[in-house]
Structures are given as structure tokens and as C-alpha cells.
């Protein structure tokens, strides 16, 4: 099975990942940039801030990038019920 | 009756030695005889070496020895119903890592080396022999496993109200202090031979979270952790971020403080 990287991207910030973990294949792989993206947003949330800018690079072995994940493809806000993903809700003046 | 080969000669002797460290371990907590020490030194046991990523004790399985850490580092793990696994302690050299399996021979949880391990073997019939007639032998074996609980207990607190950062801190502290690490002393390394992967296992997080909280202990000049090795910058710093208190770990009992409780009627 192959080897996929996740660096994570917030600002100037960029943490290079060169363990890598073994998956089945980039669906397998991008379900799990999500699941560490939102592990990373959760931990924000808890501190008090929240870094909507925060990415997750994916590469394969060949270190070629494989996938993208950002805050609006793991998270849906809802305000009074109405759901919005992140970028239609930063377009509002109530986000 | 002592085999002729040399290698294995030799090896019987670095058997007691290893013996001998796991002896100071329990008379560190406990009092116990000359009579009471050799009875745990003359143990019969026997040497295995467990590639990285192996489990050697099954989920369920019936054991018959526990397993004396020489060398490596082991983890114990429990998986949820799809297999999701954590790992639940670490299990340092010097440690007896499935020492409740002696009363308790189904495995409740897996034992997997997480790094190339070395263990002595030692066979449950031995052990129960040995404390059988010396009651206060069984009591300093009991509360060496009750250390394994205090750990637990702190784990339990670590994921379930420490910040990601706090709890990274507090296992680099908790490791660091197990090892012996001078309270206090800035520079100590140690050897972890583990994966960011595994210390998100054993923190609840994921291994790109591991990786950046790392990094931030590194940028905050608290703990410099590469290669497999940890340098403490800050000690003082890192207990603070860890939320650490060494008295769980009970490495520093006083002599008047050992106990001995059980003796023979």
C-alpha cells in the first residue's frame, strides 16, 4: 500500500510531515487530511482561536501533491439553521 | 544445569543482571529480605527479541509468562469495533509489563513492540511459586502494579482535560522522569525510539497535530525532540506545560516510607 505525506499549512507556519502514513489510496488519504484537519481546528477551538487559513497538504511517495485540504472542505457553520460553507459565510457581514 | 555454550553461559548472567535492575525497582517501593530478592534473581526466564510493530501478547490471548522490558520500548494497546487502535502505557526497560497477567492470564489488552524490544520471559508458574511462600513478595509485585495504575489514572486525565500541547508535554515528562532523568536538570536526552504516529496513539491526536505541537516545544525552547531522541531545553518549562507531578510515578519514596505490610502467619 502506499505511502502518503500530510504537511500542514497556516500562514508562514508550515510543518513538513517525513513520516508519512500508509493508506490504501488517496480517497483513504484525503479522508484522513480531513480527520487531521479537524483534530487541528478542534484543539483551535478549545484555546479560543480559531485559524480558518489552516491547510493540509497531501503528497505521495513520489512527493508529488496528491490533494488539498482547507477549513470550508471539513467544516459547515450553520447560523439559525441555515448551513453555509466557509466561503459563502465570509462573503456575509454575519460570519 | 548451565549449558555449555558460551553465548548462552553469558547470557544467563545478563539475565540476572536484568533481573537485578527489576529487584531495585521493587526495593525502591518495598522492603524486602535477602531470601525475597533471590527468589525473584533465581527466576528461570528466557531472552526474546520482538521486531518493531509486532505484537507478542494477542488481544484475548492466554499467557503464561510476563514479559521483563530489557531493551525498546512497548506499548499496550486496546481498538475500538473498527479497529482504531490507542495505546493505552508505555512500557519502559525495567518495567514487568503484563505483571497482572499472573492472576489474570487473558489478555485484556495487547502488547506490541514499538520499537526492536528485547524481554526475558518469565513463566507464571515460577513467579506464583516464588510469592506463594513469601507473601510480602506478592504484596511488592502488587504494588508495582498498582504504579501501572497511577499512570493510567494520569493518562486518563491527559486526554480527557489536557490541550494537545499540555499533553504532549506531560508524556515527554512522564517518560523523562521514568528513565531517570534528574529532577530539575536541563540537557537530559534520552532515547524514544518511538514515531510521531505512535505518540498520537498514546496522546489521543493525530500524527501531523504531534508534529506541530514538536515544533512548538522545539520554537519555545522547551524540549528538542528529533531522530528518535529528546533533549529537555527547559525542564522547569515543560512541567509547567506538561501540568506534571512526578508524585504519581512514586520514583522517589523515602527510606522510612518503604512499606512492608504482609508477612507469613
Known amino acids: ?3 502518503y505525506f500530510f504537511h500542514f499549512r497556516c500562514g508562514p507556519e508550515y510543518v513538513d510531515d517525513r513520516e508519512g502514513e500508509i493508506l490504501i489510496d488517496i480517497a483513504a488519504a484525503r479522508v484522513r487530511g480531513e480527520t487531521i484537519l479537524r483534530h487541528i481546528l478542534a484543539d483551535d477551538v478549545q484555546s479560543g482561536v480559531l485559524e480558518m487559513s489552516s491547510v493540509i497538504l497531501i ?4 512527493h508529488e501533491v496528491a490533494g488539498r485540504v482547507a477549513f470550508s472542505d471539513v467544516l459547515t457553520l450553520k447560523l439559525e439553521g441555515r448551513e453555509s460553507n466557509m466561503h459563502q459565510c465570509e462573503a456575509t457581514d454575519r460570519c | 544445569m548451565l549449558p555449555l555454550a558460551n553465548g548462552r553461559i553469558i547470557m544467563r548472567y545478563a539475565d540476572r543482571l536484568d533481573l537485578q535492575r527489576f529487584v531495585n525497582r521493587l526495593l525502591s517501593r518495598s522492603l524486602l529480605t535477602s531470601d525475597e530478592q533471590d527468589a525473584i534473581l533465581d527466576l528461570p526466564c528466557h531472552f526474546a527479541t520482538v521486531k518493531a510493530n509486532r505484537d507478542f501478547v494477542g488481544l484475548r490471548e492466554y499467557v503464561d509468562h510476563v514479559s521483563l522490558i530489557v531493551d525498546g520500548i512497548v506499548g499496550r494497546f486496546d481498538q475500538n469495533r473498527d479497529g482504531l487502535r490507542q495505546i ?4 519502559l526497560p525495567g518495567d514487568m509489563a503484563n505483571l497482572h497477567s499472573v492472576v489474570q492470564p487473558r489478555a485484556t489488552s495487547a502488547l506490541q513492540a514499538l520499537s526492536v524490544a528485547t524481554i526475558l520471559r518469565i513463566p507464571h508458574d515460577a513467579l506464583r511459586a516464588a510469592t506463594a511462600r513469601r507473601p510480602a513478595l506478592a504484596e511488592a509485585l502488587w504494588r508495582d502494579s498498582m504504579v501501572d ?10 486526554v480527557g482535560r489536557r490541550d494537545a500541547r499540555a499533553r504532549i508535554a506531560h508524556l515527554l515528562c512522564e517518560v523523562a522522569t521514568r528513565l531517570g532523568a534528574p529532577n530539575g536538570q536541563n540537557g537530559f536526552r534520552f532515547a524514544f525510539a ?12 493525530t500524527s501531523v497535530h504531534v508534529n506541530r ?3 512548538s516545544l522545539r520554537e519555545s525552547g522547551l524540549a528538542d525532540v ?3 531522541e529528546v533533549r529537555v531545553l527547559d525542564w522547569r518549562g515543560l512541567i509547567d506545560a506538561g501540568d506534571f507531578d512526578r508524585n504519581y510515578l512514586q520514583t522517589e519514596i523515602r527510606p522510612e516510607d518503604k512499606l512492608r505490610i504482609l ?3
Open chain 1, 1 to 3: 500500500m502506499p505511502r
Open chain 1, 59 to 62: 503528497e505521495d511517495e513520489g
Open chain 2, 88 to 91: 493505552t502505557a508505555l512500557h
Open chain 2, 149 to 158: 495504575a497511577s499512570i493510567l489514572a494520569q493518562w486518563v486525565v491527559n
Open chain 2, 194 to 205: 518511538v514515531t510521531q504516529f505512535q505518540i498520537a496513539d498514546a496522546t489521543g491526536l
Open chain 2, 213 to 215: 505541537i514538536l515544533r
Open chain 2, 226 to 228: 528529533r531522530n528518535r
Open chain 2, 263 to 265: 508477612e507469613a502467619l
